[in-house]
């Protein structure tokens, strides 16, 4: 069992910068590949990044890359999503989930435990 906490969201201009931190209980961290999903009002919850267990393989959605960096730190159980060059279209509901795998993947499907999420609202 792992319980996520998100934290770190809020309202910035375009071409700021937030940093999102994921919070993870339990002594089982290191064994869980780790992902941020966002999901924007009437659209469906969409994969932003992923990294393994390890943290040594990590993958980017295609309209993110270049911008975000995910990263994790196994010693603070925790997960972040550093968030550069944001744009409106950035707005959503950004949740944390942890996969019973070793390996990056980027289908909601794949993941077993999610945080409850936290709201990153760019303004133009």
């Known amino acids: 069992q792992v319980q996520l906490v998100e934290s770190g969201g809020g309202l910035v201009q375009a071409g700021g910068s937030l940093r999102l931190s994921c919070a993870a209980s339990?002594?089982?961290?290191?064994?869980?590949?780790m992902g941020w999903f966002r999901q924007a009002p009437g659209n469906e919850r969409e994969f932003v990044a992923a990294v393994s267990k390890s943290g040594a393989q990590t993958t980017h959605a295609r309209s993110v890359s270049g911008r975000f960096t995910i990263s994790r730190d196994n010693a603070e159980n925790t997960v972040y999503l550093q968030m550069n060059s944001l744009k409106p279209e950035d707005t959503a509901v950004y949740y944390c989930?942890?996969?019973?795998?070793?390996?990056?993947?980027?289908?909601?499907?794949?993941?077993?435990?999610w945080g409850q999420g936290t709201q990153v609202t760019v303004s133009s």
């Open positions: 339990g002594r089982t961290f290191s064994s869980f590949a």
């Open positions: 989930a942890a996969a019973k795998v070793p390996y990056v993947v980027n289908v909601v499907n794949a993941y077993n435990y």
